[in-house]
């Protein structure tokens, strides 16, 4: 009993809809997908759940029968994100290019909802259905790869991580915001500028090598993606 009443309660716990009182009218899923619709529109601060109840035509006090708080709705629509990936390949056993491709889409899906990273940062550790299945689905992505259990958890997490990292990169690119963030050879100037005063030689022999920027349009990136990711796994795993 003890253990029932200690263990974390989350949305997906508890029923959609209790057994007595009238026939539902909506559905978590149709109040996740509005939910959705408004973060892509709007961004994620216009997700409340009186703008969600007008988006679908209701009242919010019929929602709080489905959803018990703005928290469990920011729940549901980060699981829904992860419902998005396709995890209908059974793993190949070439278990480097599968994880790559899971990162690939991961990064996708942080591009097409680009408030997705704000929302995790303010949300918790729950963990709903179609999350939990990505990540048993990339646990038997890594069963043929060395490294122990713990290993490939923080690996699987430094996937999210970078996929985050990465979608933030191109926002701001997409946006033109930042110092130089949509203009590569601008900051590659800046930089040898700096170097060449002389003060800094390490970066002045790395800039002389380097070469001139590369692009850096989406393919650009999702290519630098894939490199880094393709080094970095092996090391964490080895």
């Known amino acids: ?12 716990s508890r029923p959609e809809r209790g057994a007595r009182g009238p026939a539902p009218e909506r559905s978590r899923y149709e109040i996740t997908a509005a939910a959705l619709a408004l973060a892509d529109a709007e961004g994620l601060a216009a997700v409340s759940m009186r703008a969600v109840a007008q988006r679908l ?16 709705l920011l729940d549901l629509m980060a699981d829904a994100v992860a419902g998005e990936l396709d995890l209908s390949a059974a793993p190949s056993g070439d278990w480097l290019g599968d994880l790559v491709g899971l990162a690939l889409q991961s990064k996708a899906a942080h591009t097409r909802h680009p408030w997705l990273p704000e929302l995790n940062d303010r949300r918790g550790e729950a963990l ?14 890594l069963a043929p790869a060395p490294g122990t259990s713990r290993q490939k958890l923080e690996a699987i997490g430094l996937l999210g991580g970078l996929a985050t990292l990465f979608a933030r990169r191109e926002a701001m690119a997409a946006a033109g915001e930042g110092s130089g963030a949509g203009d590569p050879p601008a900051q590659a100037a800046h930089l040898a500028a ?11 022999a790395a800039l002389a090598t380097a070469g001139p920027p590369p692009p850096a349009g989406p393919a650009e990136r999702d290519a630098l993606f894939e490199r880094l990711l393709r ?3 092996p090391a964490m795993l080895g």
């Open 1 to 12: 009993m003890a253990d029932r009443e200690t263990r974390p309660t989350t949305v997906w």
């Open 57 to 72: 035509g209701t009242g919010p006090a019929s929602l709080y029968r489905y959803v018990g708080s703005r928290d469990e």
């Open 128 to 141: 709903g259905p179609h999350a939990i299945d990505y990540l048993d689905h990339a646990l038997a992505v």
């Open 194 to 204: 700096v170097a060449a005063e002389g003060r800094h030689p390490h970066l002045l």
């Open 231 to 233: 080094r970095l796994l």
